[in-house]
């Protein structure tokens, strides 16, 4: 989710490197790291095994600079590729705003590439949304290798939507920027578009009472007086039984019982004369 | 997730600035940081100068989902409370409300258990804040996304 801060008038997006392992994932994230200036990225974070292999998440924050009055920056995420890692894959491609699906373009690795696609698929299911629906780029990487597939043949078999797609050698930096510029230029162009739409309700449920509130339940009566259904006809206005509201009225005090003050007169009496009748 | 954006506007951003200063004031610690789940920075006070908060608010998130599964597999929904101790400085790491993470880090001026009880008095404060209905903001404007490719082509080239 595109995450706009007012107060500190910055745009923060965040973009998931996805694909099968080894496709060069994190190699993307090293040229990116390695070749932009100082000032437009932070330091690239590696949650690796010892054998440099992504054991949770690689991290790259960068810094577009003020656009139009907003910092702009994206956060690059790689996921880990290996089968076994499916839920920390998952937990990293959470609030993702748009996806690059780094193919290995390799003949013997198609399988693979299918099956992390149909994965991705499922990871996003989970969190509710669909791959038709997200941002998406795809980079065909390796293409210096000599047993590799067509881009036709990859776009045949993995690029069911037609999105954008590169050729790229990660390692020399071939297509890694053009990939970037991409899926950035689509996620900040989803981005105002979102932003020109009326605000969303907040996404937090209200705290819930504790209590089951009680529910009102209307009082039958004789003669239901007939309520005009609504459009969505499913609503009907509480009724109010009239044996249980009565309008308020104007109540005059009560005037004391005739025996009460003639009572009061003779014992009054009595007291005078000292008690005697 | 791509559905709509998470929106933090101008008066929601004094009100939690406010309860993280009235935090770090009470419990002494040195600096706090409130993060979403999906590892933006919403606020920052305290000493933040010579820290990497974006880093650290992506870490902060992370930990935080490796450790719900954790939870998970224990049996439990989530873990509401992390605590990483070091020689130096300590971290407190606590969930507040549905969509955020508070972290706080303190030293050896305060305790685990002074931390504790100040972020639990601010963590209702910030989940009011956060799901109150604020202005709205001015919106990005027009042109940006051209302004924006325009700026992509500089940095990554034509």
């Known amino acids: ?277 | 997730m791509n559905e709509g954006l998470s929106v933090i506007y101008k008066g929601q951003s004094e009100r939690i600035s406010g309860v993280l200063r009235k935090l770090l004031r009470e419990s002494e610690a040195k600096c706090s940081l409130l993060v979403d789940k999906d590892g933006h920075l919403i606020a920052k006070q305290g000493f933040t100068h010579s820290l990497d908060t974006t880093s650290l608010a992506a870490l902060l998130a992370g930990s935080f989902a490796s450790t719900k599964e954790m939870a998970k597999l224990l049996g439990e929904s989530e873990f509401s409370v992390l605590f990483h101790e070091g020689k130096k400085d300590n971290i407190h790491v606590s969930l507040v409300g549905q969509r955020s993470i508070l972290g706080v880090v303190f030293d050896d001026r305060t305790t685990v258990g002074m931390v504790r009880l100040y972020v639990r008095e601010a963590e209702g404060d910030l989940e009011e804040i956060l799901t109150s209905k604020s202005e709205g903001g001015e919106g990005i404007g027009v042109g940006f996304a051209d302004q924006a490719n325009e700026r992509l082509d500089q940095i990554f080239g034509d």
């Open chain 1, 1 to 277: 989710m595109v995450s706009i801060n007012y107060a500190f008038r910055e745009i923060s997006c965040k973009i998931v490197y996805y694909g099968p392992g080894l496709s060069g994932k994190t190699t993307n994230l090293q040229w990116v790291h390695q070749k932009m200036p100082r000032e437009r990225r932070g330091e690239l974070i590696s949650l690796a095994t010892e054998k440099d292999r992504t054991l949770y998440f690689d991290f790259l924050p960068l810094d577009l600079g003020s656009i139009q009055g907003f910092t702009t920056k994206f956060q690059l995420y790689t996921v880990p590729g290996q089968v076994y890692y499916n839920a920390t894959r998952r937990l990293v491609l959470r609030g993702a705003d748009g996806i690059v699906f780094v193919a290995d373009s390799q003949r013997g690795k198609m399988r693979e590439n299918m099956e992390s696609l149909q994965n991705l698929g499922e990871n996003l299911t989970e969190y509710g949304y669909r791959l038709d629906d997200i941002p998406l780029v795809f980079q065909y990487n390796k293409r210096d290798l000599p047993d590799r597939a067509s881009a036709e043949e990859l776009n045949k078999l993995l690029n069911y939507r037609g999105v954008p797609f590169f050729e790229a050698v990660a390692n020399r930096g071939v297509g890694v920027f053009e990939t970037l510029k991409s899926i950035s230029k689509i996620v900040l162009e989803k981005t105002t578009h979102q932003d020109a739409m009326p605000p969303p309700e907040p996404t937090v449920p209200p705290p819930q009472p504790r209590q089951k509130p009680m529910q009102s339940r209307p009082i039958e009566t004789p003669n239901p007086p007939s309520v005009p259904r609504t459009p969505r006809g499913d609503y009907r206005p509480h009724r109010i039984s009239p044996l249980r509201f009565q309008p308020l009225r104007a109540v005059e005090p009560a005037k004391p019982a005739e025996g009460t003050k003639r009572r009061g007169f003779f014992l009054w009496r009595i007291f005078k004369r000292g008690g005697k009748r």
